[in-house]
């Protein structure tokens, strides 16, 4: 059985660091999947909507060599794909504070998915490869 590995995020300017996360998630196992954000769950988070629509990032994230399969999260309970799923490994960046740690263990653990590991990946150039940083530059 494939060695699945998940991972979470809005991905709304694709850039080096995205593309980073990904081949460093998929190091982890043999199957990566890619749960993107709705865009009501990202106005929810982060106060405003994504620039580009979860139709057009989910697009783009499937295009990526690394990601054999993305697909929408639920429009209200981020453990719906985790269920579905049950990946091996969860992937968090650097920078994903929304859900903690604990937090997720603790779902796992709800879901009978104790050998699921969470890994947090280590970041690539953020000081240039950060969507905020991007979006502040390009005055977006």
Sequence with gaps: MAKLVMAFGTFDFIHLGHVELFKQAKALGD???VVVARD???K???GKKPFFSQQERLALVNSLKPV???VLGDNLNFFTAVKMYKPAVIVLGYDQKVLFESY???KLDEFSLQKTKIVR???FK???HKSKRLKKFYKL
Excluded: E, G, Q, T
């Design 121 to 123: 990946l280590k970041p």
């Design 40 to 42: 009501s769950n990202v």
């Design 44 to 46: 929810r988070i982060k």
């Design 104 to 106: 997720i263990r603790k």
């Design 126 to 128: 953020h000081s240039k």
């Design 68 to 70: 054999d399969l993305a």
């Design 31 to 33: 199957k990566l999947i």
